[in-house]
């Protein structure tokens, strides 16, 4: 079965620079959702997206942004890297039309490191 | 701020033994998830709780879930090599059209020959 794609697997980038992470969820799954891992820690609700619409925000700094396209992929665009953005990055997916317990599905993430 | 709380961090037993994890949570919830994670890799779902839940079963695991001390228990059965992982709770607090999971601190669970 398809699973949530992410793109790259692997990203390097210097302080101050710009990244985008990518995420392709389930097909026909229309939420989708973003977290942040750092080393030995546990995920980190970033930001939720139903519809296209943002739908929920947590912990997410002003330096990053995030939209939902009309193909329901979605992209994480982060400015201003600073050294304590180096972590594992999660999308997630899943059937937000069908009312509460749905689970959500990761993708395998984006490992971000900042030199 | 942290919502669940795992115990124990790690966790070391034989192949053929159970292994208990614990998670306790804060505020009110809608369902309790448990995720396993092989070292950097992705979040596998394994089993989903509901509130009005006590217990759930899927094949060697088994969850339980007492609201009124906001705890929750997933025993491993008959644990493999390859249940080697960190498991993690996750509560989820609905808001609007989208579930929001919190993660616990996470289980280290190691299990050898």
């Known amino acids: 079965a398809a699973g949530v794609i992410q793109s790259p697997r692997h990203l390097i980038k210097e302080k101050r620079e710009t990244a985008t992470l990518k995420c392709y969820p389930i097909p026909r799954h229309d939420t989708v959702y973003w977290y942040q891992q750092g080393p030995g820690q546990d995920p980190q609700f970033l930001i939720s997206?139903?519809?296209?619409?943002?739908?929920d925000k947590g912990s997410i700094p002003d330096r990053f942004s995030a939209q939902q396209f009309s193909d329901y992929h979605s992209e994480l665009n982060m400015s201003s890297l600073e050294l304590g953005d180096s972590a594992l990055y999660f999308c997630a997916s899943s059937l937000g039309g069908l009312g509460d317990n749905q689970p959500q599905h990761f993708g395998d993430g984006t490992r971000l490191s900042i030199l | 701020s942290q919502q669940g709380e795992e115990d124990p961090q790690a966790l070391s037993i034989q192949e053929g033994e159970n292994a208990t994890m614990n998670c306790s949570y804060k505020?009110?919830?809608?369902?309790l998830q448990w995720y396993r994670q092989n070292s950097g890799r992705g979040l596998v779902h394994l089993i989903l709780?509901?509130?009005?839940?006590r217990e759930k079963h899927s094949g060697r695991l088994r969850v339980t879930l007492d609201t009124s001390k906001k705890s929750s228990s997933l025993l491993i059965t008959a644990s493999r090599a390859a249940d080697t992982a960190s498991y993690f709770c996750a509560t989820d607090q609905r808001r609007g059209t989208a579930s929001k999971l919190t993660f616990g601190t996470g289980t280290r669970l190691q299990v050898t020959l």
């Open positions: 709780i509901r509130s009005n839940e």
């Open positions: 505020t009110s919830i809608n369902n």
């Open positions: 997206f139903y519809e296209k619409m943002q739908s």
